[in-house]
C-alpha cells in the first residue's frame, strides 16, 4: 500500500523520498533535494500532499521552490530552522558557493515539533525532534519505515560543523531516540544506502 522510491539529487547526492499511497494515487515527498528533475518527471501525474524537511540544509531543499509551485503542496519544517528556506546564509547555500547558487524560497505553511503525528496520505508519520546536525532536524517514523535525514547514515553519523552543529546533541538524539526503536526499523537516511537499526546499533563505529 505504501511504495518508497528514492532519488539521489545534486552535487551531494541527497536521498529524496517519494511515498505513495498506491491506491489513490496521493503522495508526499520526503527532502527533495537539489536538480530534481527525475522527480519531477515521477510526481507528474500524482497529487503531492506535503514536502516534509527533515531540516532545512541547501541540499535537502534545492528542489523545494519548483515542487510547491507546480503542484501547490504545502512544505513542513521544524520551528527552529522558520528562517532557513528564506537565508542563504542559514542554509548554507552562500558557503557552499562552488556547488549551489543563494537558495531562497518562501517559509514553510507548517511547523513541526517532536512529539506530532502527521495524518498524510493515509498513514500516520511520527515527528521526532534529532538535532545535532542541525539545531532543527527531526526524523520521520511511518510504520517500521524511518526517515532519518543527516542524524544516522549506514556506518555513519551526520556532520556537526555546519551552522548549529553539535555533537553532543547529534549523539544523544541517536541513542536516546533512534535507537529506542525496534531492531528491524529500516533507516532511510539523508545520503547513501539503507540501513536498520539493529545493525547501526551493532556496527557503526561513530556510537
Not at 527533495?32 to 540544509?57: F, Q, S, V
Not at 520521520?140 to 549506514?154: M, N, P, R, T
Not at 553519523?157 to 536516546?176: A, F, K, P
Amino acid at each position: 500500500m505504501l511504495k518508497i522510491d528514492s532519488y539521489s539529487l545534486g552535487p551531494l547526492q541527497t536521498n529524496a523520498y517519494l511515498l505513495t499511497n498506491e491506491e489513490t494515487g496521493k503522495a508526499i515527498i520526503i527532502d527533495p533535494g537539489m536538480n530534481p528533475g527525475a522527480l519531477i518527471r515521477k510526481i507528474e501525474n500524482l497529487e503531492i500532499e506535503a514536502i516534509l524537511l527533515t531540516h532545512a540544509h541547501f541540499d535537502h531543499m534545492g528542489g523545494v521552490d519548483e515542487i510547491r509551485k507546480l503542484k501547490g503542496c504545502p512544505v513542513y519544517l521544524h520551528d527552529l530552522e522558520s528562517e532557513w528556506l528564506i537565508s542563504p546564509k542559514l542554509n548554507g547555500s552562500l558557503m557552499w558557493s562552488q556547488v549551489s547558487p543563494p537558495l531562497s524560497t518562501n517559509p514553510a505553511e507548517y511547523d513541526l515539533a517532536g512529539g506530532q503525528q502527521l495524518e498524510l496520505i493515509g498513514h500516520q508519520f511520527a515527528v521526532y525532534h534529532t538535532p545535532g546536525h542541525s539545531p532543527g532536524s527531526v526524523s520521520f517514523l511511518c510504520g517500521d519505515h524511518l526517515f532519518s535525514g543527516d542524524v544516522l547514515f549506514k556506518l555513519g553519523v551526520g556532520r556537526t560543523d555546519l551552522q548549529g552543529g553539535r555533537e553532543r546533541d547529534l549523539l544523544d538524539s541517536i541513542h536516546n531516540t533512534l535507537f529506542t526503536f525496534k531492531d528491524e526499523v529500516k533507516v532511510y537516511p539523508g545520503h547513501g544506502p539503507r540501513t536498520t537499526i539493529g545493525y547501526e546499533r551493532s556496527n557503526n563505529p561513530y556510537v
